[in-house]
């Protein structure tokens, strides 16, 4: 897992994630993987020759519908409540309050006082 304070992934959301994801397997020269979600597949995106995917493309559908269409940073936390709490108390928002991801951890999306936007992720516990 990542440590804390470092940027464990990074994810687009698009209304057509597969032509994003053609986009830019041919201009960075990523090869794609399907991350079935049901009806549909997000896209995991590994440099030339790596198994270890480096970003995500994702359609705008289900938990994703109201997420911008730009890159998505996910920040490594130690404490999501706690960081989701002085989010608040800093002037941020909070626009997906905190969710189990399974084995992945818990995540949070905020917006910071400059309107930019994030993702929080606290590894799971061991």
């Known amino acids: 897992m990542n440590?804390?304070?470092t940027i464990g992934w990074i994810d687009l959301t698009v209304a057509d994630a597969t032509s994003l994801r053609d986009f830019y397997a041919d201009v960075a020269g990523w090869t794609p993987a399907d991350v079935p979600m049901g009806?549909?597949?997000?896209?995991?995106m590994h440099?030339?020759?790596d198994a270890k995917p480096v970003a995500g493309i994702c359609h705008a559908r289900g938990p994703n519908a109201d997420l911008p269409p730009q890159w998505l940073i996910y920040i490594t936390?130690?404490?999501l409540d706690q960081s989701v709490q002085c989010c608040r108390d800093k002037?941020?928002?909070v626009l997906r309050e905190?969710?189990?991801m399974g084995s992945y951890g818990r995540l949070a999306v905020i917006c910071d006082p400059a309107g930019a936007i994030a993702a929080l992720l606290e590894p799971p516990k061991k």
């Open 3 to 5: 440590p804390v304070g």
């Open 39 to 44: 009806d549909y597949a997000d896209y995991c």
């Open 47 to 49: 440099p030339p020759g």
């Open 77 to 79: 936390v130690a404490d």
């Open 91 to 93: 002037g941020g928002k």
């Open 98 to 100: 905190p969710k189990s």
